[in-house]
């Protein structure tokens, strides 16, 4: 079974940075695509990263502000944001997709449980 745990949320001021990160075992190992998506209250959940297995090919919707990248000795995937605004204060998920380039939420399978971030002065 695919499992993805996110980990690294917390509280930060306008113009601050995180960096989270998704733990990936079991059939999450082989996964095409690891996204980061996020959902704030009562918002849809969104899409803000892809990386690929071998971590050659990224989608990032937001590339000056966004980094996503990958740690395959420690399988492990993070996202760096930078600058981050009152605006990016959501709930964070990683999840899993055995398909390549993948970005809409239904080719994901595998989600974690998710870790909150809060941009707040």
């Known amino acids: 079974q695919a499992q993805v745990a996110e980990s690294g949320g917390g509280l930060v001021r306008p113009g601050g940075s995180l960096r989270l990160s998704c733990a990936i075992s079991?059939?999450?190992?082989?996964?095409?695509?690891i996204g980061w998506f996020r959902q704030a209250p009562g918002e849809e959940r969104e899409f803000i990263a892809g990386?690929?297995?071998?971590?050659?090919s990224k989608n990032t919707m937001d590339s000056g502000r966004f980094t996503i990248f990958r740690d395959n000795a420690k399988n492990v995937i993070y996202l760096q944001m930078n600058d981050l605004k009152p605006d990016d204060t959501a709930l964070y998920y990683c999840?899993?997709?055995?398909?390549?380039?993948?970005?809409?939420?239904?080719?994901?399978?595998?989600w974690g449980q998710g870790t909150q971030v809060t941009v707040s002065s």
């Open positions: 999840a899993a997709s055995s398909f390549p380039g993948a970005i809409a939420e239904d080719r994901f399978g595998s």
């Open positions: 079991g059939r999450a190992l082989s996964a095409e695509t």
């Open positions: 990386i690929s297995r071998d971590g050659r």
